[in-house]
């Protein structure tokens, strides 16, 4: 039986194909139209989907949408009654567009996919999000929660899962959300809402959480289990366009922040002070979930999920053993939830649980192959001048240039479903090179220089480094920097110049509180990158290297080899690999 | 070579695209004959005939171009502006449409039945699923069972909306929208 799930229409579009349970392939729709968080009918994300099961549309037995649009529209009409009389311009905006598009969704759909294909089943928002996070995790039973912006009504859920059904108990409903109040500091401090709360999350150790007790005083009330109340005098999310409103900047003293402004030290303490008000809710609604469930497994996805400062906080903090979340927990992800739900628990079919985890090394996305004419022949037409090497000698080339203090792009394989880039389409360097960080950043990625790195370590030598007691194996979790290797930092530095400061032996992935966004790197997963490590490891005797996405700011992680042909002719990258094509900047100049 | 999906779209939508090229230029530029002429010779000579004369000739062009061949470009995109400009007109009329409601219906329904704030310790609730098989099948008839347990007070904006919608979605779902407009 083939399923196809989709979620598109809201942000970050995605298609997901499963036969009888198992995870076919996967991915989100930027990433071929080159379109950050494309929004758009995922038609290109379902035409890799087929082909990569050798199908057309008409044999797909069940096509299910991420959300029900009936019910959201219920929560809108809801949401104006009870906020008159304002609200007039949010009403005449969102209902216009409601009864222009969204209220005939399946149907939208339908026609988008083609008259022939069977009905389209509008499953549940938070309930895909749950049947993303248990159905493909190393679990039979497992506590869930859910936490994003919102769904159709509810924000934040949890419930417990058991071999193939899930029971969600209890929800946060509309508006009190902690995924909106963590945008509406991502608005406040000048980042894109939905886009950029992970700058908010890089900006935070940077600043002390002063505000704290301001933000749990005026703007949400907390209670003893987690759940929380907004206090919607700071907030314009029911009735206007925006997030926040006037109230909420005369709180903090100031106007928010312009993009691409300076970063005050203020701006910074705001971020840090959210960071430290989402641990502490996030913590306390893990606990209670714990003890109503009495479960020692628990699985998380979500927006908020993908927060991995909190989920480092989860895992030290919390009363629950083993932690899994979903690598694409945020709208994406919801297309594989909805497939997989219904595969289960609509249908009732038998779940067998794989001890490693179902989600393949989260390597669902289509493949750049090592040796390929057609790709040779595009290659060759743009330009491009390479050299072939197989394998081993492939890797021994790699690690001599990184070395040398190299950065290298890596394209090669599956492309990652979710926001990380995990070894198959990275840009890879030696972390203990001091300036590696702004060097990348600010010659490559072109992006704000304090934002971190993340390092790929051996899973072996995980614990020489970090300070990490399991694997974790899709980067979604910070760990320390073990205490002997952290180098203590001069007290009178501050604020962005803590990033010049040599904070351990490998700086370019230290953050300034001594953490680390850590991909631990097993043979299973990813045998390239296992050996790669080591051999950079026999070399150099280090086992870490930097790991970031291959693209540019703005701009989708690469997804073929034009992509990434492109984005290296347009940076300062030094090389890249393209399958088992290697490629270096001096072989390849601009015309 | 099996073709794939995507390839089959866009073919599928190329075909599509030529045939709404002809209704359009066939269908919309006939309508704009017939009603600018008779405007022309019923109402006296004035600066809005010019213009009538100038919309005839624009239908008579777009005639032309669907008998010719319904595959030229510029076709296309004059019913791609032609509608946009109708859609902008209509979504418009819905604006104020939709400000009436609210003043006439919304307002006084929601002073009237604003919910309550209840001092609690937990902002939890029991989850109930939007995704249920008991709902009835049909679109309007679900949204209606929706509302009708704990929001029944919004069921007379609810079917108004409903009214409205399905006329909004004849309107812009179809190629004979710049056609209706102009009827009117």
């Known amino acids: 039986m083939y399923i196809l799930g989709i979620s598109a229409y809201y942000h970050d579009s995605a298609a997901a194909l499963i036969r009888n349970g198992e995870i076919i392939a996967a991915a989100q729709e930027e990433r071929f139209t080159r379109i950050k968080g494309d929004k758009s009918f995922p038609n290109h994300a379902i035409s890799y989907c087929l082909e990569e099961a050798k199908l057309n549309i008409e044999d797909i037995d069940h096509i299910v949408f991420y959300e029900n649009n009936l019910s959201k529209f219920q929560r809108i009409i809801v949401t104006h009654h009870n906020n008159v009389p304002k609200g007039i311009i949010s009403f005449i905006v969102s209902i216009s567009k409601w009864l222009t598009n969204d209220l005939w969704l399946d149907q939208k759909i339908q026609k988008e996919l083609g008259k022939k294909t069977s009905k389209v089943i509008m499953y549940d928002h938070h309930l895909s999000h749950a049947g993303s996070a248990f159905y493909p995790s190393p679990f039979s039973k497992a506590a869930i929660l859910t936490i994003d912006g919102v769904g159709e009504w509810a924000t934040t859920t949890y419930g417990i899962g058991h071999n193939n059904k899930i029971n969600i108990m209890k929800c946060i409903n509309f508006p009190n959300s902690i995924g909106l109040l963590y945008s509406a500091f991502t608005q406040y401090l000048g980042f894109r809402i939905n886009f950029d709360e992970y700058k908010v999350m890089g ?3 940077y600043g ?60 910074m303490d705001i971020a840090s002070s959210i960071q430290d008000v989402l641990n502490e809710i996030v913590l306390k609604l893990a606990n209670t979930v714990y003890d109503e469930t009495k479960c020692d497994n628990l699985v998380l996805a979500g927006g908020v999920a993908l927060n991995v400062v909190t989920i480092g906080y989860l895992k030290r903090h919390s009363k629950f053993k083993n932690i899994f979340v979903q690598p694409a927990s945020g709208d994406a992800g919801g297309a594989l939830g909805c497939a997989l739900s219904y595969y289960y628990d609509a249908l009732d079919n038998k779940r067998i649980v794989n001890k490693q985890d179902s989600m393949k090394g989260s390597l669902l996305g289509p493949s750049i192959n090592d040796h390929d004419d057609l790709i040779d022949e595009q290659l060759t037409l743009m330009g491009a001048k390479y050299k072939y090497y197989e394998e081993k000698t492939l890797i021994k080339k790699i690690v001599q240039e990184l070395a040398k203090g190299k950065v290298i792009g890596i394209a090669r394989g599956k492309m990652e479903y979710g926001p990380r880039a995990l070894g198959n389409r990275s840009i890879i360097a030696d972390p203990r090179i001091i300036d590696m960080q702004s060097t990348i950043n600010l010659k490559i990625k072109y992006r704000e220089s304090f934002r971190p790195f993340a390092p790929i370590v051996l899973l072996e030598d995980s614990k020489k480094y970090f300070d990490i007691n399991d694997e974790s194996p899709y980067m979604l979790s910070t760990y320390y920097i073990k205490k002997e290797l952290q180098i203590p930092i001069k007290k009178n530095v501050k604020g962005l110049d803590l990033l010049k400061e040599k904070k351990s032996p490998i700086p370019a992935v230290t953050h300034v509180d001594y953490s680390s966004r850590v991909q631990t790197v097993d043979k299973y997963r990813n045998p390239f990158i296992y050996n790669l490590l080591k051999e950079f490891k026999s070399k150099t005797d280090c086992s870490v290297l930097v790991n970031t996405s291959f693209n540019v700011r703005g701009e989708p992680i690469v997804c073929n080899e034009i992509d990434a042909y492109n984005c290296f002719m347009n940076t300062e990258m030094d090389c890249v690999v393209i399958g088992n094509r290697f490629f270096e900047k001096e072989n390849n100049k601009k015309v | 070579m099996v073709d794939t999906y995507i390839n089959l779209k866009n073919r599928k939508n190329l075909k599509k695209e030529v045939i709404n090229n002809y209704i359009f230029g066939i269908f919309f530029g006939f309508s704009i004959i017939l009603i600018f002429s008779f405007n022309f010779f019923y109402n006296k000579f004035s600066f809005v005939s010019l213009l009538y004369i100038l919309l005839v000739f624009y239908g008579i062009f777009c005639v032309l171009l669907a008998t010719i061949n319904p595959k030229f ?14 859609n902008i007109l209509g979504i418009c009329c819905l604006d104020i449409v939709l400000l009436c409601i609210y003043y006439i219906v919304v307002v006084p329904i929601g002073l009237i039945f604003k919910e309550k704030k209840e001092v609690t310790n937990s902002s939890f609730t029991t989850f109930e699923t939007s995704y249920n098989k008991t709902l ?10 929706l509302f009708s347990k704990d929001y029944f007070y919004m069921i007379p904006l609810l079917i108004i909306l409903i009214i409205i919608s399905i006329l909004v979605f004849v309107l812009t779902s179809s190629i004979f929208t710049p056609l209706i407009y102009t009827m009117f």
Do not use: H
């Not at chain 1, 987690?226 to 900047?249: P, V």
């Not at chain 1, 003293?253 to 970063?263: F, L, N, T």
């Open chain 2, 73 to 86: 470009k510029i076709l296309k995109k004059l019913r791609i502006s032609t509608t946009r400009v109708f």
């Open chain 1, 203 to 205: 900006l935070a150790p």
């Open chain 2, 136 to 145: 009835p099948k049909y679109r309007y008839l679900k949204l209606l069972s």
């Open chain 1, 208 to 267: 002390k959480p002063k505000y704290s007790s301001l933000i749990k005083k005026e703007l949400v009330t907390i209670y003893d289990d987690g759940s929380i109340k907004l206090n919607l005098k700071y907030f314009n999310y029911t009735r206007g366009i925006s997030t926040i409103n006037k109230n909420f900047e005369k709180l903090f003293g100031k106007k928010k922040r312009q993009p691409d402004s300076k970063i005050t030290t203020k701006d």
